[in-house]
């Protein structure tokens, strides 16, 4: 369950938890995601969500995966891999009425 839906006080929002701890990340530039890959041309693969923190003890039980970015790199390829430019997002950001009281 690491890309998850916290309800609080009747409000939803999404998040990260790690897959060592089961915690919340709440900072990216606290965090890692992880994977696995081949050289194949095209595959699917899982990612793992990590606190950098707890990467170490993760490796020590479940083993080292071959691939790693922070948190806050993810953020900047989901942006351009689903089209959402900057413009977009600010559009967006003003459209959500839970975050333009930020």
């Not at 606190?51 to 071959?66: I, P």
């Not at 922070?70 to 430019?85: A, C, D, K």
């Amino acid at each position: 369950m690491p890309l998850a839906i916290i309800v609080e006080e009747r409000q939803s929002r999404p998040t990260f938890i790690c897959d060592y701890c089961h915690k919340e990340i709440v900072n990216a530039f606290e965090g890692n995601y992880e994977w696995n890959a081949s050289n194949d041309m095209k595959e699917v693969t899982d990612i793992k969500f990590l606190h950098k923190k707890c990467v170490r003890q993760y490796e020590k039980e479940f083993g080292r995966n071959g691939h790693h970015m922070g948190l806050h790199n993810l953020m900047v390829y989901l942006l351009n891999n689903l089209n959402l430019t900057p413009e977009r997002l600010r559009e967006a950001y003003e459209n959500t009425a839970d975050l333009s009281r930020i």
